[in-house]
């Protein structure tokens, strides 16, 4: 499309060679293969790397890529584009656990559940309204006002 930004027309081009199996990334076989199937034996690799370790020595463009083919169900990226620094302190990250995981518990789509915690959590964050200092428990006291109809 005309009007895309560049970021936009990479984004899609990232899409699309993963789609394909073209991105150039080699995929650990222990993520290519389903939970209930069991992989074909194959011979040993020369020199055996744990899937952990594997995954530490791609760069963090291979890094997405992968999260991109792993998820083949949902081809649908959701970004949150608020700003809220607040939220770089110890424990914010607990919290939105915490917030993805009552949301599960209601029976939300895991996409979706996680989406609307990054909204709830951004949210309670603002609501704290403190511009310096906030803490984990200042995003928690906010959170049912998050909720609140007006």
């Not at 222990?30 to 899937?51: C, G």
């Amino acid at each position: 499309m005309p009007d895309e930004s560049p970021e936009e027309r990479e984004v899609v081009e990232i899409v699309r060679a993963v789609e394909a199996g073209t991105d150039g990334i080699a995929v650990p076989e222990e993520l290519l293969v389903e939970p209930d199937q069991k992989a074909p034996p194959k011979a040993a690799p020369p020199v055996a790397r744990s899937l952990y370790a594997q995954i530490l020595a791609m760069s963090v463009a291979e890094k997405i890529k992968l999260a991109l083919r792993g998820n083949k169900d949902a081809r649908t990226i959701l970004v949150r584009d608020a700003n809220t620094p607040g939220l770089a302190t110890a424990g914010s990250g607990d919290v939105l656990t915490g917030i993805v995981a009552a949301f599960l518990s209601k029976g939300l789509d895991a996409q979706l559940a996680t989406a609307a915690a990054a909204v709830a959590q951004a949210r309670a964050a603002s609501l704290a309204d403190k511009p310096r200092g906030l803490v984990a428990s200042d995003v928690i006291e906010a959170l049912p006002h998050v909720f609140e109809r007006d």
